[in-house]
C-alpha cells in the first residue's frame, strides 16, 4: 500500500487518458501523421484548456453572485424579503447550480475515462488493490481538478466578498466541499449505471426505449437547472411570504433541505436577519447547524464510498444478453443522410453524453411547458411564450448540435473507407439538429396547448425559426467537415477541445439567433408582421448557409 | 453489386506507383510500387512496423501519401474518394467499430451507405452470419463481443457488396481455426471470375504461400522482392525453400533470428 506508487501509476495513466480524450485512438479514431511527441503534449494542452474553460463558468457563476447579492438586484428580486433570507436563497442556488453542472461535467469525462482501459492496464501489474484504488481514484480526481479547485476558491470568496465577512466565506467552504463530492458521486453511480443497463442493452425497439427512459430520469439533474432558474422567482416569493407571515417553524423545515442548510451558514455567520423585526429568530442557527452536520456525515460517507468506486467502475463489466435474431429480421432501407441520423440516434441510445445532447432541448421545452402552469400571473401573452419556448429549444439545439460530430470519432479509422460522401454526412447531422429541435417545439405545443390552446401560432413560430436552424446547423458541420479533412476529427466535449465546441457554435447561435432579434425588433408594431419578417430572415439564413452547402465539393460517384 | 463505370484501359484492380508515407520523421513506406492484377490475390507480407498496415490505408483513402501514386480500377482515392471506396471492401488490421451499436445496426448502416438492396444485403449477411457462426451475437452490443466476434462482423461488412478489390490487413487476427478456414476458401473463390482482386496482409506464411497468388515483401517500407513463391524461390537459387525461409533471407533476418535464439535460449 503505497501513496507514492499509487501516485506514479496515476501519472502514467493520466497522460494515456489525457491522449485518449483528445485523440480516441482507442474508440477507433484515425491515427495522425504527425510525431507521437507532439500528439501527447498537445493532448495535455487541450484537455488543460478546457479545464480552464469549465472552471471559468464555474468562476463566472460564483463571482456572479456579488452581483445578484448586490443591493440594486436584491431590490429587484429580493421583494422585500428580510436580507438573510435572499442571501441563503441565492447561495442555495448557487450551491445547486455548481452541482448540477459538475455531475453534468462527469457525465461527459467518465466515458472517456471508461474508454481510455488504462483501468485494465493497471490491473495486470503486480501490485496490490489498495494502491490500485489509490492510483484510480487520484487520477478520477484529476479529471475535475481545475473546475473543483475553481469552484471550491472562488465560491466563497465571492460571498465573503458579498457580504463583507470573512467568517461568512470560511462557513461555505464545508457546503463547497459537500457539493463537489456530492457530484462526484453521482457521476459515478450514474456511470455505472450506464455500464450495466445501458450500454450493454441489445438491439429492438422495446430496449431502445427502457434506454431512453432510462437516460431520461439521469438527465433530470440537468433538466432541475431550468426547473430552478424557472420557478427561482416564484421560490422567493414563497420564502418572502413565509417570512412576512413569521412562520418560523415553515422556514426552520426550508433550512433543513439541502443545501439550504448549508446555504444559511455564512448567512448567520455574517449576522444577517431572516426575518422581521417583530420576531425573533432563536432556533434557525441550530436547525441550520444540525442539518449540515447531517449532510456532512453523509459527506464523508460519500468521500469513503469514493475511495474505492472509480477502480470499482472501470472493473464493472458490461452484461451481453444472448438472443438468437430469428429469420424474420430484414434490414430496413434508408437514404445515405437517413443512415448517419439513424446511426447517430443509435449510438446516442446507449452513450450518455451524446443522448444528453437530444435531452436537453426536450427537457427545456417541458420546462418552459410546464412553466406555463406554475407560473403566476399566468402570462396570456402568446406571442411572448412562443417566442421563449421556440428560442430556447433552437438556441439549445444549435449549440448543443456540433457535439454530435464527435460521434464520428467512433470507428473513424474503419468509416472513412466507406462510401459516405461529406454532404451526405452533412444533411444527416443537419437532419438530426432540425429533429432535435422540432420534437422540442412539438413538446412545448403539446403543453401550452392546455393552457393556452393557439397551436396555429405556436406551429408558425416553429415552422418561422426552422429554415435558420437548417441554416446554422449547416454552417456548423460544414465548417467542422472541413476542419476534419484538414486536420483530422477530433473528440469535442466539455473535457477535450471545448474551445472548439464553443467557437464553432458562435455562427451557429448567431444565424439561428437573427430571427428572434428581428421579431423583438419589430413586435412593438404588430406582433403578425414581426413574425413574418422572422420567417423571412430566417429564410435569408438559409438561403446564405446554402451557397455554403453548395461549395462543398460533390466528390465523382456521390449519391 | 457497387455500381459506377471504370476508367477506360485501366482494368487492373489496383496499381501503387512510387508511394512514400511519413509519420512526422518517420518514413513508414518508401516508394513502394505493386500492382494487384484481376483475378489475383497478392500477399504483402512483412515484420511488425514493416508498412503494410500504411500501404492499405493509402490504398482505401484512409491517409493520404506524401508523394506517390495509388489508382484503384484506374480511380485516386484522393480525387475521387466514394469511386474508390465504393470498390473496395476493408478490414482495418484492429476491429476498432461503433461499440454502442449492434453488429445488426451495423451492418444495416454498412448496407445502406453502400445502396444495397435490402432483401439482397440482410440474406447475404445472415448468410455470412450463419457460416460464421455468430447469428446469435447479432443484437447484442459490440462492445460486448470477443475480438474475434468483431473481425467476424469486420470480414462480413468486407464482404457484404461484392467489391471489386478486397483491401484486407491481417484478416484472419483472432480468428477460430473453422473460421480461418472457411475464409481461406472464401478468399480463393472469390478472385476465380478474374475480373476482382485481394490485397491481404499476413505474418502467417503458411496462409500466404497457401492463399496467395504473388507476395510482395516489405521491410522497413521498402520492398525487398515480388513474385510467386516459385520466382522467389528461383531467385534466391534455393529451389525448396519455403516462404518463410524466402522472407528471412529477403529481410536479412536470418542471421538476427539465429543470434536471437542464442542469447536468449539459455533464459
Request: glycine letters at 8%; a positive charge; proline letters at 5%.
Amino acid at each position: 500500500m503505497s501513496w507514492t506508487l499509487a501516485r506514479r501509476l496515476a501519472e502514467r495513466g493520466y497522460r494515456e487518458l489525457t491522449f485518449q480524450a483528445i485523440y480516441a485512438y482507442r474508440q477507433g479514431n484515425l491515427a495522425s501523421t504527425v510525431a507521437s511527441e507532439q500528439l501527447v503534449a498537445r493532448a495535455r494542452r487541450r484537455v488543460l484548456e478546457s479545464k480552464v474553460l469549465v472552471a471559468g463558468v464555474f468562476g463566472v457563476i460564483s463571482l456572479g453572485s456579488i452581483l445578484i447579492l448586490s443591493p440594486s438586484v436584491e431590490h429587484v428580486f429580493g421583494g422585500g424579503m428580510p436580507r438573510g433570507l435572499y442571501v441563503g436563497a441565492v447561495v442555495s442556488a448557487l450551491l445547486l447550480l455548481d452541482l448540477v453542472l459538475l455531475w453534468w461535467m462527469g457525465l461527459q469525462v467518465l466515458p472517456t475515462f471508461l474508454a481510455s482501459g488504462i483501468g485494465s492496464c493497471f490491473e495486470t501489474l503486480p501490485v496490490d488493490p489498495t494502491t490500485l484504488d489509490r492510483a484510480a481514484l487520484i487520477m478520477f480526481l484529476r479529471l475535475f481538478d481545475v473546475p473543483a479547485g475553481t469552484m471550491l476558491i472562488l465560491t466563497p470568496l465571492a460571498i465573503g466578498i458579498a457580504l463583507g465577512s470573512p467568517i461568512a466565506a470560511l462557513a461555505l467552504v464545508p457546503a463547497v466541499l459537500t457539493v463537489i463530492v456530492f457530484a462526484l458521486l453521482f457521476s459515478l453511480k450514474a456511470s455505472q449505471f450506464f455500464v450495466e443497463r445501458v450500454q450493454g442493452s441489445g438491439g429492438g425497439g422495446q430496449r431502445t426505449a427502457a434506454r431512453w427512459a432510462f437516460l431520461v430520469a439521469w438527465s433530470v439533474p440537468a433538466f432541475s437547472i431550468y426547473g430552478f432558474l424557472a420557478l427561482s422567482g416564484d421560490f422567493l416569493g414563497w420564502l418572502s411570504g413565509l417570512a412576512n407571515q413569521g412562520s418560523l417553524g415553515a422556514l426552520y423545515a426550508v433550512f433543513t433541505v439541502f443545501p439550504m442548510s448549508f446555504a444559511m451558514l455564512p448567512v448567520y455567520a455574517a449576522g444577517l436577519p431572516i426575518i422581521g423585526v417583530n420576531a425573533t429568530d432563536v432556533y434557525g442557527p441550530v436547525v441550520a447547524i444540525a442539518a449540515s452536520v447531517a449532510y456532512l456525515a453523509l459527506f464523508v460517507a460519500a468521500a469513503g464510498w469514493l475511495a474505492q468506486a472509480p477502480r470499482r467502475l472501470y472493473l464493472t463489466t458490461m452484461p451481453a444478453s444472448v438472443n438468437a435474431t430469428g429469420a424474420s429480421i430484414a434490414f430496413v432501407r434508408r437514404s445515405r443522410p437517413m443512415a448517419v441520423l439513424v446511426k447517430d440516434l443509435r449510438i446516442a441510445s446507449r452513450t450518455p453524453p451524446f443522448a444528453l445532447l437530444v435531452i436537453l432541448p426536450l427537457l427545456d421545452a417541458l420546462a418552459v411547458g410546464v412553466f406555463t402552469f406554475v407560473s403566476t400571473p399566468v402570462s396570456r401573452d402568446v406571442f411572448r411564450v412562443g417566442v421563449a419556448a421556440v428560442s430556447t429549444a433552437a438556441l439549445l439545439a444549435t449549440f448543443f448540435g456540433p457535439a454530435f460530430f464527435a460521434i464520428e470519432v467512433i470507428g473513424y479509422s474503419y468509416t472513412r473507407a466507406l462510401p459516405v460522401a461529406p454532404r451526405s454526412l452533412l444533411v444527416g447531422k443537419v437532419l438530426l439538429v432540425a429533429c432535435v429541435y422540432l420534437a422540442a417545439a412539438g413538446v412545448v405545443l403539446a403543453l401550452t396547448a392546455a393552457r393556452l390552446f393557439s397551436p396555429a401560432l405556436f406551429a408558425a413560430f416553429a415552422a418561422a425559426e426552422l429554415p435558420a436552424i437548417v441554416a446554422a446547423a449547416m454552417v456548423e458541420f460544414g465548417i467542422l467537415i472541413r476542419r476534419s479533412e484538414r486536420k483530422g476529427l477530433q473528440v469535442v466535449n466539455l473535457y477535450a477541445s471545448a474551445w472548439s465546441a464553443m467557437l464553432v457554435a458562435i455562427p451557429g447561435l448567431f444565424i439561428a439567433g437573427a430571427p428572434f432579434v428581428v421579431f423583438n425588433l419589430l413586435s412593438g408594431a404588430t406582433n403578425w408582421v414581426a413574425l413574418e419578417a422572422m420567417a423571412l430572415t430566417s429564410l435569408i439564413a438559409l438561403s446564405l448557409a446554402l451557397q455554403f452547402f453548395i461549395r462543398i465539393e460533390r466528390p465523382r460517384g456521390a449519391a | 453489386m457497387e455500381g459506377g463505370t471504370t476508367a477506360p484501359g485501366t482494368e487492373l484492380p489496383l496499381v501503387v506507383r512510387d508511394l512514400r508515407v511519413e509519420y512526422g520523421e518517420k518514413v513508414a513506406v518508401r516508394e513502394l510500387s505493386l500492382e494487384v492484377r484481376p483475378g489475383e490475390v497478392y500477399g504483402l507480407l512483412g515484420s511488425n512496423g514493416a508498412g503494410k498496415s500504411s500501404t492499405m490505408r493509402c490504398v482505401v483513402g484512409l491517409i493520404r501519401p506524401k508523394h506517390g501514386s495509388v489508382q484503384v480500377f484506374g480511380f485516386d482515392p484522393g480525387l475521387d474518394p466514394v469511386l474508390v471506396k465504393q470498390r473496395v471492401g476493408y478490414v482495418p488490421e484492429t476491429p476498432l467499430l461503433f461499440d454502442a451499436l449492434t453488429p445488426w445496426e451495423f451492418l444495416e448502416f454498412i448496407a445502406n451507405v453502400r445502396g444495397l438492396g435490402v432483401d439482397w444485403a440482410t440474406q447475404r449477411a445472415l448468410g455470412y452470419a450463419d457460416a460464421l457462426q455468430v447469428r446469435a451475437e447479432l443484437n447484442q452490443p459490440i462492445a460486448t463481443l470477443s475480438m474475434g466476434t468483431k473481425q467476424k462482423f469486420l470480414l462480413i461488412a468486407a464482404f457484404l457488396h461484392q467489391p471489386r478489390l478486397l483491401v484486407l490487413d491481417e484478416p484472419f487476427n483472432n480468428l477460430d481455426p473453422r473460421s480461418v478456414r472457411i475464409m481461406k476458401e472464401l478468399i480463393g473463390q472469390y478472385v476465380q471470375d478474374g475480373r476482382r482482386g485481394v490485397l491481404f496482409s499476413t505474418h502467417t506464411m503458411e496462409v500466404a504461400q497457401q492463399l496467395c497468388h504473388r507476395v510482395g515483401i516489405l521491410d522497413h517500407g521498402v520492398l525487398k522482392g515480388e513474385g510467386d513463391v516459385a520466382t522467389l524461390r528461383a531467385n534466391l537459387a534455393r529451389g525448396d525453400a519455403t516462404l518463410e525461409e524466402i522472407f528471412l533471407r529477403l529481410t536479412d533476418e536470418e542471421e538476427g533470428v539465429r543470434a536471437a535464439v542464442r542469447s536468449l535460449g539459455g533464459g
